[in-house]
């Protein structure tokens, strides 16, 4: 029979995870930030081309605003994504 091994991730093995954890925290709000202005800017285009009969821009900022939502879900739910992921494959 062959042992089992069990492998867990390690808080302390290298030096610089707090660091790292930082670094991507602060990845994620810059990511949010930048949601929110593409929303904004996204949102100016598509009342731009709307009101000024331009169905190719009113499009483009449809889609701006779709992107810049889907961007702000992701990041925000990024940590509990990987958290469920880790946990499925923890589970095989």
């Known amino acids: 029979m062959p042992m089992d091994i069990s492998i867990d991730p390690n808080t ?11 670094i991507v925290g602060a990845g994620m709000t810059i990511g949010l930030i930048l949601s929110v202005l593409a ?3 996204s949102a100016v ?7 000024s009969a331009n169905p ?12 810049a939502c889907g961007a702000a879900i ?3 739910a990024s940590v509990t994504l990987i958290n469920f992921f880790w946990d499925v494959g923890q589970a095989v």
């Open 39 to 41: 929303l904004i800017v």
């Open 45 to 51: 285009v598509w009342g731009f081309g709307s009101n």
């Open 74 to 76: 992701i990041c925000g």
């Open 56 to 67: 190719h821009l009113a499009g483009r900022g449809k889609v701006g605003v779709v992107v």
């Open 12 to 22: 302390t093995g290298l030096p610089g995870i707090e660091q790292l954890r930082t």
